[in-house]
């Protein structure tokens, strides 16, 4: 007997998680996709988009209402904001909105996925107990990802779907105009320096150079999310999610360098943010000299997220044990996935 088709809804899907969860549930088959975003994707397939501001309970219900057949809600938005504060509010009101507009207005509700990382830990706030587990305590808030858990607990209470979480750390893959991307920031930021003569240096902490560090491969943690999302052992239950092998920045440096066809250099701590800041016209004249996608400078790399990822001098280990007890065993080499992506950018012509 042939299972009926799921219906799933994708928030975020013109950013880098949710593109590559979009992508993925396609090309699975068996599935009826709606895409949640304010752009839309620029992923070719069958399925519906709606343009929604999750922000705004009345656009939520005006747009989401009409969807009574959502089977499965996979919440991977986030935004980022320059008051801490406002950060926190924004992730927080925009998680519950959708989830109180689809519950409402689907019966046929079965689970709701929301994507965390490893920010419930702390590591945005300095040195943290390692490697973490999923049921380790709290940090002193605020932190979104405890407002929008404890909300969806407690929704949950006595009604027949189930929740998950997962917990990445520096999800990897390609996307544009997002907040959040540490493999394309590396590649361009390696070819501005081409372009300015200089050997490529680690631009952040010597400290961070040295220290522990992990990755999640955006198609891997898709895989993982559709698993925790329809595997019955995993409802109500986090997982932490990562590539699953530990690297440091200074092996990885020099294989960045000869990938790029430059000379290493020691490390050099400088602020991406302001260094890239003037870097524009740079990048305009590599993509006319190379015939690359005309992709704006400000699209194609945000420099505030690989500070702080270049500017963390300690150990960021999670511990992936539990999902691998209760079933998940897909694992991929960092040092592979960052040098395939790099080839996949150059055969994209996203970068030289």
């Known amino acids: 007997m042939s299972k009926a088709k799921r219906t799933a809804l994708v928030t975020g899907a013109s950013g880098l998680a949710g593109g590559y969860m979009l992508t993925h549930l396609l090309e699975q088959g068996g ?22 501001d999750l922000l705004d309970p009345a656009d939520c219900r005006a747009k989401l209402a009409p969807l009574t057949d959502i089977s499965h809600l996979f919440y991977l938005a986030i935004t980022e904001r320059a008051d801490p ?13 959708l989830v109180k507009t689809v519950e409402a207005a689907s019966g046929a509700l079965e689970h709701v996925h929301l994507s965390q990382g490893t920010r419930w830990y702390g590591n945005h706030l300095g040195p943290y107990k390692t490697p973490t587990k999923e049921d380790d305590p709290r940090h002193m808030p605020p932190n979104f990802y405890y407002d929008q858990q404890d909300f969806l607990e407690q929704l949950q209470k006595g009604k027949r779907w189930t929740w998950s979480v997962g917990r990445p750390h520096a999800v990897c893959g390609f996307s544009t105009g997002g907040p959040m991307n540490l493999t394309l920031a590396i590649a361009v930021y390696a070819n501005i320096c081409k372009a300015l003569g200089l050997p490529l240096s680690f631009p952040g902490k010597p400290g961070a150079y040295t220290a522990l560090y992990q990755c999640t491969d955006a198609a891997l943690l898709a895989k993982a999310v559709e698993w925790m999302a329809t595997d019955p052992k995993c409802a109500n239950q986090a997982f932490n999610i990562t590539n699953s092998d530990l690297i440091r920045w200074q092996n990885l440096w020099p294989r960045f360098a000869n990938f790029f066809d430059m000379e290493l250099a020691p ?23 190379n015939g690359l996608q005309k992709y704006r400078f400000e699209e194609i790399a945000a420099w505030g997220y690989p500070d702080g990822v270049f500017a963390s001098d300690y150990d960021i280990v999670s511990d992936t044990s539990k999902a691998r007890r209760f079933g998940f065993h897909e694992l991929v080499d960092t040092e592979e996935m960052f040098l395939r992506m790099f080839s996949d950018f150059r055969r994209d012509r996203i970068i030289p």
Request: no cysteine; hydrophobic share 40%; charged share 25%.
């Open 85 to 97: 504060g406002e950060t926190v509010s924004a992730n927080a009101n925009m998680f519950f909105n």
């Open 31 to 52: 599935w009826d996709v709606v895409a949640v975003s304010r752009r839309k994707p620029k992923i070719p397939g069958n399925y519906r988009h709606v343009a929604v």
């Open 267 to 289: 490390p050099r701590h400088i602020n991406l943010s302001r260094s890239m800041a003037d870097k524009g016209p740079i990048w305009d004249r590599i993509v006319e000299k």
